[in-house]
């Protein structure tokens, strides 16, 4: 489990073929790997990826062609990823529950200078729309966030500063494909309410 607050930016530096699926190289300045061992946890752009190898500054993941096809941004060298280890028991959770586990790409239709703020506006997949809710939570490439409008398939979260600063998210333009995660909760609420029906 992660918590969608992101510790570093990070850049993968190599992208190597395995049988059709990646082995990345990913590089990182801030993020402390001290504490990581061979199978931990590293979500990578919201991706839960584990870590294979441990050399420095630097960590490998493999990526499956299923993970590639179901994602966006884990495919091309020199990409910034935003990086976040799993969480501890003891740790604080200052965004929400996020699994890791991409639920859809979306696209980005606006990206606006508020002057305080960024406002983004995303067009998610249509079979995502119903477990998006105004003040509920979304993780966009990894990044814990409120969710600030709604109509149908589209939704609209605003971005601070702090967090354009942070994150990989300043680099988007309408058009960019971002990888999704809804809310756990309504994940479970919708599975929950199928079964009496």
Not at 139 to 150: F, K, R
Not at 165 to 188: C, F, P, W
Request: aromatic share 4%.
């Amino acid at each position: 489990m992660f918590s969608g607050i992101i510790a570093d930016v990070g850049r993968i530096i190599e992208a190597n073929d395995r049988d059709g699926g990646l082995r990345l190289a990913i590089a990182t300045s801030a993020l402390d790997l001290s504490d990581v061992q061979l199978g931990d946890s590293i979500a990578v752009n919201g991706v839960c990826l584990t870590a294979v190898q441990i050399e420095g500054k630097s960590f490998s993941v493999d990526v499956s062609r299923e993970t590639l096809n179901c994602t966006v941004g884990l495919d091309a060298t020199n990409a910034p990823v935003n990086l976040e280890k799993a969480l501890r028991l003891a740790d604080r959770l200052g965004g929400h529950l996020v699994s890791g586990h991409v639920d859809g790409v979306g696209e980005v239709v606006a990206f606006t200078d508020l002057g305080e703020s960024w406002k983004l506006v995303v067009r998610a997949p249509q079979a995502l729309a119903k477990f998006i809710a105004v003040k509920g939570s979304i993780t966009i490439n990894g990044v814990s966030l409120t969710v600030n409008q709604v109509s149908g398939s589209e939704f609209s979260v605003n971005l601070i500063p702090h967090t354009l600063q942070m994150t990989n998210l300043k680099n988007l333009r309408a058009g960019s494909r971002i990888n999704l995660e809804v809310d756990l909760i309504a994940r479970y609420v919708e599975r929950m309410m199928q079964g009496t029906q």
